[in-house]
């Protein structure tokens, strides 16, 4: 099994900066692809950006441009960072990690997850 745990979040004002974290800890030597969804109530959870062992990445067209995502493996950390924040970025967002290769959109195909940390952004 592997434990995700995020941090970071918060509330900011539209054109300013967050970043998450998250941790993974466990059977870590499974995880693949790691990688940042988000949801707003009454939606489905949509894939933010996604980052493979070997550092391939994957973006959201929404938010490409404004964030990055990082991994360090040493440290079993993936990073978001979020700038140029939007109001329409604001929703629950997820840290998961998947066994297989690639970052796949469907939520289907990751197999952990961690909690969820808010992002409010105002306008």
């Known amino acids: 099994q592997v434990q995700l745990v995020e941090s970071g979040g918060g509330l900011v004002e539209a054109g300013g900066s967050l970043s998450l974290s998250c941790a993974a800890s466990g059977s870590i030597f499974s995880i693949n692809a790691m990688g940042w969804y988000r949801q707003v109530p009454g939606k489905q959870r949509e894939l933010v950006a996604g980052i493979t062992r070997g550092d391939s990445l994957r973006y959201a067209d929404s938010v490409k441009g404004r964030f990055t995502i990082s991994r360090d493996n040493a440290k079993n950390t993936v990073s978001l960072q979020m700038n140029s924040l939007k109001p329409e970025d604001t929703a629950v967002y997820y840290c998961?990690?998947?066994?297989?290769?690639?970052?796949?959109?469907?939520?289907?195909?990751?197999?952990?997850w961690g909690q969820g940390t808010q992002v409010t952004v105002s306008s």
């Open positions: 998961a990690a998947r066994r297989g290769p690639g970052v796949l959109v469907n939520t289907a195909f990751w197999d952990y």
